[in-house]
């Protein structure tokens, strides 16, 4: 499961301290400490069908000779889409994509997918007719079945989506899934498509700028890269993870389940000409930690990867590190320090939990 | 999937109209009405592997000689629970036990757990703590693994639960799923356990009944019978739905599905000596409209039932009628009229958008 972290929560404004209740809060541990409660508190009686249980981007199970691959997601009003901002096709497209990706992420395929709608009694008809038709769209791009919903009431809009999917088995009936635990020393990361757009994107769809902006389009319309991943995890690649919440985080959670590091070359990130026109001062921020993006990470050897260009970049490898961090570091090796590494959206200043 | 429509939404206070603004509402046309739209939007495209679509407990479909099963609920504060009056481990129990409840109903197994929660920052964690610990008792009781599990801020809490799981496959490899549309004329209807608990805890706790009051217990610990729903899934029972708000608007699905009506004879419901303690007069109209008694209704020939006594109460049976309604009569046969037949709560009166 991947943890949705979002990565722009500021930008919604969701960053300031909760009261002072002189109690421990969900923000003061973060949602990745909460989600480390849940694993402990329900990790008795593992069966041992499970294959990944809670902690990467989906969870993973034998059924028979198939593997089995389940994930899901929330977007929630005001948190996750600006209210009144957000095209709904557009929402809906997202809710089902984010979820893709997630499946993608482990070399798998999606198939079926239940969605929860929570909203308010007055929402107006034909914006949850718009919200079904971009979720029909981004269904039929990526082959995947609809297969239940279920409406509630709420005081805010919020859609969960959850997707079911297979991985592929090798010649032996092992799967072919790619872990967030599985990167060692001297793998090299590569990454698809470019990083940083949606981010911008998001920031100018504050600024008035219209849906079809291309930026606006890249933060709007995430397309997970679902050939590319299916592709890797059949040409072996045995790590992975999409870019949901800032390469460098999501790149932590690598480096935190392998136990290693990682170091990113920040003249190798491949920025489109849009985000460098656009933000030119910025564009190297908002690639490492804006979010968002729906790319892939894949880290393995690097013959592995080379089958998979021109689709991916390389931009870095993971080394031994014990404080099992992804570091960005220029042209002379030395750390390249950013504003933030990605963002903890449970935590009251809206910075990671420590993983990074 | 089932439609969640809380039958009790009334009693949280979310029955008034919502502001006019001259446009149509979701209240306006109900929840029903927005999953029929999402069926309709999304429908293209079934692929042949699926066996039960939209519109069913859960949706199941066929992977090699296996039948998986999928379904998810919700939980939203204010809405589906009582906020400062719901204990966490019992919010954390029910979020899961529901969605067992839709697995039970069609005849299958439930297997592994995801876990969404959104939850505002200054959530105190003790009581996430708590809320673990009731889902984990639930997910032990019933041999659920909770395999994956999200975290998202939320300005109110909700729980988003998905279970996936299995049902049996006969022989021939058809498999043996208990569902709406599969009722016959002369089927008879048949109930597990005790109707109107639920309801009446409900109105106890809002009148500040301890958690362990035994109707109280009804309302916060539903216990789905899956044993019973197993060995009726094996006996061939070939049409079941789970009480979630309220029997006869439950029934009437089955009615709307199976294209029929259903005849219920008040005299032969089942009832708790503790619901007709606490509310003589009441008791009747809590057991068939006030819902969240996570039972079982199975409409299957009586020899079939007959051997699932004492487990089951034969209550009814299924007959023809164009206007597919489930009616309650009296020992003469005369309808007797209930002041409301399930809540629609998306609805602004709260009553059902046409199918009881």
Sequence with gaps: ??????????????????????????????????????????????????????????????????????????????????????????LGWKALAVNVSDIAAMGGLPQYALVTLALPPQTAVPDVDALYEGLGQCAREYGVAVAGGDVVRAPQI????????????????????????????????????????????????????????????AHLRPRPPLAAARRAAELGVPCAIDVSDGLLQDLGHVCEMSGLGAVVRAAALPLSGELRDAYPEEALALACTGGEDYELVFVAPRETLEALRPEVTMI??????????????DASGEEVRLPAAGWDHLRPDGRPSGRT
């Design 316 to 329: 870095g490898e993971m080394v031994e590190d014990g404080e099992r961090r992804a570091r960005l570091v």
């Design 158 to 217: 919020a859609i969960t989506v959850a997707v079911l999917g297979q991985a592929e088995v090798d010649g032996e009936g092992s799967p072919l899934l790619m872990r967030r635990d599985a990167a060692r020393v001297g793998y090299v990361i590569a990454v698809t498509g470019t990083l940083g757009d949606s981010a911008a994107g998001l920031r100018r769809l504050k600024d008035g700028a219209p849906a079809d902006d291309p930026l606006v389009r």
């Design 1 to 90: 499961m991947r943890i949705y972290a979002e990565s722009i929560a500021a930008a919604y404004g969701h960053t300031g301290p909760p009261p002072y209740n002189g109690r421990v809060d969900v923000s003061d541990i973060g949602e990745f400490g909460l989600i480390e409660r849940l694993a402990k508190a329900v990790g008795a009686g593992r069966p041992e069908s499970l294959i990944v249980g809670i902690g990467d981007d989906a969870a993973a199970w034998r059924l028979n000779d198939a593997v089995m691959l389940a994930t899901t997601d929330t977007l929630v009003e005001g948190v996750h889409f600006l209210p009144g901002r957000t095209p709904w096709v557009d």
